[in-house]
């Protein structure tokens, strides 16, 4: 069964033809990739563009995929690369803010518990909202840091890999977001 | 504790998983990508590999066999036009001067008058190989080049003269002894010279073949002075050098028709005529008797 290889297996698959291989891989990897772009470029429209690009990229390169990386990395690797690179041609949109008719609610980014309080709902909704505020407000490398640790679930050194940095870059920059974030959802909890 | 200490303690706590706020966070994964990007990406994912080794599997044959059969029809297709080129482009070698007369606005009514003529006595012909002893193919061979023959007749337009009536008569003559009948003498009394003095013998076989051949080629094309140059230059060459040599051309027939006008009285109608045929056949002599009407 392809459900039970893992990303590197199924990579492998891919790039020896089997095109299903794949289905299994996007299906695991795509909402994570996709909110680390939203939330890393906070521009919805930009991010729908990168994401396609990403996976356009991947398509292109599995031939020269090995298997000694780990996928995410691989992956998240090129996200990184193609979100600089546009940011480099359009540095205006490093700027934008969100759109609040164009981004989706606080909401819609929670969730849903069927067995959830309708007070606790609210409570989470007002968390959400406050966590996403504070992660929007990073500066973009620590900001990338946290999105890459909690999205694509990548160790220190697989950030630094990924991001093109030393380790000790990462772990710093990571740091730096977990303490702002603590600091910014301390009054509501 | 110093407040960097309890920083790293708390780091080290969300490293290991062990941070609330990972928890907060684990919470807002509902945020996923619009259905129409998922459908592009696999889309093209499967494009990439070719539908993939899977993919394969689960495609019908005809999709598999598609691109290679596409190909052999396409050069089949290739190879049959290739073969039939030689047919076609010869072909209106041989056809166009025989059609070209009756594109000829100021000829057609003569032109149509005389092949109508060489149809009957075509017709005249068959008939008379009906009754003696033919062979056995003859009979279809004929009703085809018929068939063929009466088509440019009631295609052939001419603005000058624009006569259905008189292409009906003229098609008419199919009767077996008289080659043109006395409807169509009566509307064009020249045509009874022609079609008179042209005895089946006499008339070309390739005449009427050729004239139906190229009709359909030209059916689409309105009469036009470009295709009616070549006809003219022809058809005002000395009739001893065709293969016409023993039948009067539209010519001869037309200027008969104005001789007799003028004979009639009507010297304004024969101008008319007249003009119109110097127009038509700028190079054809005019005769001594005929060049008083210019």
């Given at each position: 069964?392809?459900?039970?290889?893992?990303?590197?297996?199924?990579?492998?698959?891919?790039?020896?033809?089997?095109?299903?291989?794949?289905?299994?891989?996007?299906?695991?990897?795509?909402?994570?990739?996709?909110?680390?772009?939203?939330?890393?470029?906070?521009?919805?429209?930009?991010?729908?563009?990168?994401?396609?690009?990403?996976?356009?990229?991947?398509?292109?390169?599995?031939?020269?995929?090995?298997?000694?990386?780990?996928?995410?990395?691989?992956?998240?690797?090129?996200?990184?690369?193609?979100?600089?690179?546009?940011?480099?041609?359009?540095?205006?949109?490093?700027?934008?803010?969100?759109?609040?008719?164009?981004?989706?609610?606080?909401?819609?980014?929670?969730?849903?518990?069927?067995?959830?309080?309708?007070?606790?709902?609210?409570?989470?909704?007002?968390?959400?909202?406050?966590?996403?505020?504070?992660?929007?407000?990073?500066?973009?490398?620590?900001?990338?840091?946290?999105?890459?640790?909690?999205?694509?679930?990548?160790?220190?050194?697989?950030?630094?890999?990924?991001?093109?940095?030393?380790?000790?870059?990462?772990?710093?920059?990571?740091?730096y977001a977990v303490a702002k974030l603590?600091?910014?959802?301390?009054?509501?909890? | 504790?110093?407040?960097?200490?309890?920083?790293?303690?708390?780091?080290?706590?969300?490293?290991?998983?062990?941070?609330?706020?990972?928890?907060?966070?684990?919470?807002?994964?509902?945020?996923?990508?619009?259905?129409?990007?998922?459908?592009?990406?696999?889309?093209?994912?499967?494009?990439?590999?070719?539908?993939?080794?899977?993919?394969?599997?689960?495609?019908?044959?005809?999709?598999?066999?598609?691109?290679?059969?596409?190909?052999?029809?396409?050069?089949?297709?290739?190879?049959?036009?290739?073969?039939?080129?030689?047919?076609?482009?010869?072909?209106?070698?041989?056809?166009?001067?025989?059609?070209?007369?009756?594109?000829?606005?100021?000829?057609?009514?003569?032109?149509?008058?005389?092949?109508?003529?060489?149809?009957?006595?075509?017709?005249?012909?068959?008939?008379?190989?009906?009754?003696?002893?033919?062979?056995?193919?003859?009979?279809?061979?004929?009703?085809?080049?018929?068939?063929?023959?009466?088509?440019?007749?009631p295609r052939a337009r001419s603005p000058?003269?624009?006569?259905?009536?008189?292409?009906?008569?003229?098609?008419?003559?199919?009767?077996?002894?008289?080659?043109?009948?006395?409807?169509?003498?009566?509307?064009?009394?020249?045509?009874?010279?022609?079609?008179?003095?042209?005895?089946?013998?006499?008339?070309?076989?390739?005449?009427?073949?050729?004239?139906?051949?190229?009709?359909?080629?030209?059916?689409?094309?309105?009469?036009?002075?470009?295709?009616?140059?070549?006809?003219?230059?022809?058809?005002?060459?000395?009739?001893?050098?065709?293969?016409?040599?023993?039948?009067?051309?539209?010519?001869?027939?037309?200027?008969?028709?104005?001789?007799?006008?003028?004979?009639?009285?009507?010297?304004?109608?024969?101008?008319?005529?007249?003009?119109?045929?110097?127009?038509?056949?700028?190079?054809?002599?005019?005769?001594?008797?005929?060049?008083?009407?210019?």
């Open positions: 069964m392809r459900e039970d290889l893992a990303d590197e297996q199924l990579m492998e698959a891919y790039r020896d033809g089997d095109a299903r291989a794949f289905d299994v891989l996007y299906r695991r990897h795509k909402g994570g990739l996709y909110r680390y772009l939203v939330r890393l470029c906070k521009h919805p429209g930009v991010a729908e563009e990168l994401f396609q690009d990403v996976w356009s990229n991947l398509i292109r390169s599995r031939e020269r995929y090995q298997a000694s990386a780990k996928f995410a990395t691989f992956l998240y690797q090129i996200a990184h690369n193609r979100a600089i690179d546009h940011l480099r041609r359009k540095p205006e949109l490093a700027l934008v803010q969100d759109d609040p008719e164009d981004d989706d609610p606080p909401e819609a980014a929670i969730v849903a518990d069927p067995a959830g309080q309708p007070e606790a709902m609210v409570e989470r909704m007002r968390l959400a909202e406050t966590l996403i505020e504070q992660i929007d407000g990073l500066p973009a490398p620590q900001r990338e840091a946290f999105l890459l640790r909690e999205e694509a679930g990548l160790s220190l050194e697989e950030i630094a890999a990924a991001t093109g940095v030393s380790a000790e870059t990462a772990k710093s920059r990571l740091r603590r600091d910014g959802l301390k009054g509501l909890r | 504790m110093s407040h960097e200490q309890e920083q790293d303690r708390e780091f080290e706590a969300y490293l290991k998983g062990e941070s609330p706020l990972s928890q907060t966070y684990a919470g807002m994964r509902g945020q996923e990508p619009p259905a129409r990007l998922d459908h592009a990406i696999l889309a093209e994912a499967h494009r990439a590999v070719g539908g993939g080794a899977a993919g394969a599997r689960g495609r019908p044959a005809w999709r598999r066999w598609s691109l290679p059969l596409s190909l052999a029809a396409t050069l089949v297709v290739a190879v049959l036009v290739g073969l039939e080129l030689p047919y076609v482009s010869r072909e209106p070698a041989v056809t166009q001067p025989a059609s070209a007369p009756e594109e000829a606005p100021g000829v057609s009514v003569a032109a149509k008058r005389e092949a109508a003529g060489r149809v009957a006595a075509d017709k005249v012909a068959a008939d008379k190989r009906k009754v003696a002893p033919a062979p056995q193919a003859a009979p279809a061979a004929e009703s085809v080049e018929l068939d063929q023959a009466f088509r440019p007749a000058e003269a624009p006569a259905p009536g008189r292409e009906k008569s003229a098609v008419i003559p199919a009767a077996p002894a008289p080659a043109v009948s006395p409807g169509a003498e009566e509307a064009l009394p020249m045509n009874t010279a022609p079609a008179a003095a042209a005895p089946a013998a006499n008339t070309p076989r390739l005449e009427a073949t050729p004239e139906t051949r190229s009709a359909p080629a030209d059916r689409s094309m309105p009469p036009a002075q470009e295709s009616a140059a070549p006809a003219a230059a022809m058809l005002a060459a000395p009739p001893q050098a065709s293969g016409l040599a023993q039948t009067p051309g539209p010519q001869q027939a037309w200027l008969q028709r104005i001789r007799q006008l003028e004979q009639a009285g009507k010297r304004d109608e024969a101008k008319k005529e007249l003009a119109t045929f110097t127009k038509r056949y700028p190079d054809y002599p005019v005769p001594k008797e005929l060049q008083g009407l210019r």
